[in-house]
């Protein structure tokens, strides 16, 4: 088989990166401007040729001469501009934000030359929304003019054994001659709801839900979601400010994808419980598994939340419930803006347990400040999903 070659722009710490090289590909170079990210992103893929500049300075001539790429020979550039803008969690959206258009130099190098068979881009589901879909033709209209039929669709973690809610927009597009462009189908089931723009029509809910049967989808029946703690139940137990940045494991793998996670590994990194202040360890005695805010006597609540409604708020300050997923992991697992807490120990979660729920395999090491390491987690696509992405994308375009 002949050896496939990606390349990623806007690479983060690399999360699409590792699905695409666990699927078989090489990826040939990446770019990202934050130096933090860019660091940890070479320590984990030092074969990899990188830019650590803004992709407006960065040019497809620049590209071949460093790496000895020609035109053409790319199969599949994969990136996840900046999605802060387009976020319906942002405190403000707003079409003048700069990062909202930076998908542009994406295409810019597309038509520079660099020509890939295939084009993936990732941004979250409020895209959709901002500017009445603006965007979305815009994205249409720019690689349309460069030969490539694109589509669009909603894909969510936990379908495909990921212990996390976490929805995602998926643009694929090429200018191989194809019938049509397709996505990869769900795994898992998972008890999950699309309450945004395009969730009725763009996600695979309406096949697998609402049914007597065990769920499926296309006659294959699907497996259990994987649950909170069958990610991270086995990671040792830690009080605040305990645990190590290299340290050994302390209990057996208890399932699969905890097994999974930890090969190749020896060791376990970025496993540190922060500082938390007195009045959140209060408030912590009185939230149960699952249990947020709500839970807590409202004398103990920040100030601003006195005057919350019981509906607003859902996930804050919450423990996070074991049995069930995770929401999505945010840049910092800060219990002010979601479940956070463990379920049992009086602690947030550590960088390690965001990234087992983000599917990053333990060997995978993150570096810079410890602000920076949950930003590089957060920020990320989970490197399961971008696996799966990666072998759809083999098996129906380019290995035909």
């Not at 803008?85 to 942002?90: E, P, Q, T």
């Not at 103990?300 to 423990?319: F, Q, V």
Request: with cysteine; aromatic share 10%; charged share 25%.
């Amino acid at each position: 088989m002949n050896e496939l070659v990606a390349a990623d722009l806007f690479s983060g710490a690399g999360g699409l990166s590792l699905g695409f090289q666990q699927a078989g590909f090489r990826v040939a170079f990446a770019n990202d401007i934050n130096a933090e990210y860019a660091f940890t992103y070479q320590k984990n893929h030092p074969d990899t040729r990188f830019f650590v500049e803004s992709i407006e300075d960065l040019s497809a001539s620049d590209i071949f001469s460093a790496t000895g790429l020609r035109k053409n020979e790319l199969d599949v550039l994969i990136g996840g501009p900046p999605c802060q803008g387009f976020s319906i969690n942002a405190p403000k959206r707003t079409l003048d934000d700069a990062r909202n258009h930076l998908f542009h130099h994406y295409g810019r190098l597309v038509l520079e030359g660099i020509r890939p068979k295939v084009v993936v881009m990732e941004n979250v589901p409020g895209m959709l929304s901002l500017d009445g879909g603006g965007f979305v033709k815009e994205i249409y209209q720019l690689f349309g003019s460069a030969g490539y039929r694109m589509w669009h669709m909603i894909l969510c973690a936990a379908h495909y054994g990921i212990p996390q809610e976490r929805w995602r927009l998926i643009f694929i597009g090429t200018t191989l001659k194809v019938d049509q462009i397709t996505f990869p189908e769900p795994t898992h089931y998972a008890p999950v709801r699309a309450n945004f723009t395009g969730g009725r029509l763009l996600t695979w809910l309406p096949d697998i839900r609402n049914t007597n049967e065990p769920p499926h989808i296309n006659f294959r029946p699907l497996e259990p979601f994987i649950s909170v703690k069958d990610g991270i139940g086995d990671l040792p137990r830690l009080k605040v400010r305990e645990g190590s940045d290299d340290g050994p494991y302390t209990r057996k793998a208890l399932n699969p994808y905890q097994e999974t996670m930890r090969a190749d590994s020896s060791r376990l990194y970025n496993h540190v419980a922060g500082t938390l202040s007195e009045q959140n360890l209060e408030r912590l005695q009185h939230i149960p598994p699952g249990g947020s805010w709500r839970d807590i006597p409202k004398e103990l609540l920040p100030r601003g939340m006195k005057r919350a409604r019981r509906s607003d708020h859902t996930r804050r300050y919450g423990r996070i419930n074991p049995d069930g997923l995770s929401g999505t992991i945010l840049t910092k697992c800060d219990p002010h803006w979601g479940s956070f807490f463990h379920w049992s120990q009086d602690r947030a979660l550590t960088v390690r347990e965001a990234a087992r729920l983000q599917s990053f395999p333990d060997k995978y090491r993150f570096y810079g400040s410890r602000v920076s390491q949950y930003e590089q987690v957060g920020n990320a696509v989970p490197p399961l999903l971008a696996q799966v992405i990666a072998e759809h994308i083999r098996k129906s375009l380019l290995n035909r």
